[in-house]
């Protein structure tokens, strides 16, 4: 059985809980898209070379094995600033593109989370799901889950940074598709998401519009 669920959104709107609780409760294999790019982005740091130096971070990302995804430092601030500017890079975004694809349509199911996965990687995902949050809302639960309780202006800023950065770029940019279920989750609690995006997964798995 081949069924994709695209979760696309904004940082810290609470996709990455949202999809891994979908893929718990169906029984999917799931896939943090943005830890690619994470793991390109900070690649292209420690090799001192510069995250913008299009050709070495395209060489980075064609060199991608799922190995990378398990180093320790990709949750970082530091990280998810380099994953941004490596992601709005032609090149980087072409060499993932295979591997999302095929683990998009594995057998047995799969969630994935990211961008641009119900726009690009898998426009044909059987559900899909945008979910978002006020900017400011995202900053405090961002906060929370950083290390040594950063000042929330600062954590703002780099989201609203990185926000910009993946919405106005040229290729992928962040939108939501046209078929997805919008998730507000500024007053929303987890359950409360969760329970909104099992509703919406259930009624496409029974064939439901
Ligand atoms: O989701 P996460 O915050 O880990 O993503 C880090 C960065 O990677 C994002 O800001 C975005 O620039 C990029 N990204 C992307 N497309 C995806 C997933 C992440 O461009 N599907």
């Given at each position: 059985m081949k069924f994709t669920i695209a979760v696309d959104g904004p940082a810290a709107a609470g996709k990455g809980t949202i999809a891994k609780a979908l893929a718990a409760h169906f029984g999917f294999a799931h896939l943090?898209?943005?830890?690619?790019?994470?793991?390109v982005g900070v690649q292209a740091l420690h090799d001192g070379r510069g995250v913008i130096d299009t050709a070495w971070a395209g060489e980075?990302?064609?060199?991608?094995?799922?190995?990378?995804?398990?180093?320790?430092?990709l949750r970082t601030a530091r990280a998810g600033q380099a994953a941004s500017k490596v992601a709005a890079l032609p090149e980087v975004r072409s060499a993932l593109l295979e591997f999302q694809k095929r683990f998009a349509r594995r057998e047995g199911g799969a969630v994935l989370d990211g961008r641009d996965i119900g726009t690009v990687?898998?426009?044909?995902?059987?559900?899909?799901?945008?979910?978002?949050?006020?900017?400011?809302?995202?900053?405090?639960?961002?906060?929370?889950?950083?290390?040594?309780?950063?000042?929330l202006a600062t954590v703002?800023?780099?989201?609203?940074?990185?926000?910009?950065?993946?919405?106005?770029?040229?290729?992928?940019?962040?939108?939501?598709?046209?078929?997805?279920?919008?998730?507000?989750?500024?007053?929303?609690?987890?359950?409360?998401?969760?329970?909104?995006?099992i509703a919406h997964v259930q009624e496409r798995l029974q064939g439901g519009g």
């Open positions: 943090d898209t943005g830890l690619l790019y994470r793991a980075l990302a064609r060199r991608f094995t799922e190995a990378d995804m398990q180093r320790t430092d990687i898998c426009p044909a995902a059987e559900a899909k799901l945008f979910v978002t949050a006020a900017d400011t809302v995202r900053a405090e639960r961002r906060r929370a889950e950083l290390p040594g309780s950063p000042e703002l800023a780099d989201l609203r940074a990185r926000d910009a950065r993946d919405a106005e770029r040229d290729v992928a940019p962040m939108v939501a598709a046209e078929d997805a279920l919008l998730l507000d989750t500024t007053d929303l609690s987890i359950n409360a998401a969760v329970a909104q995006a």
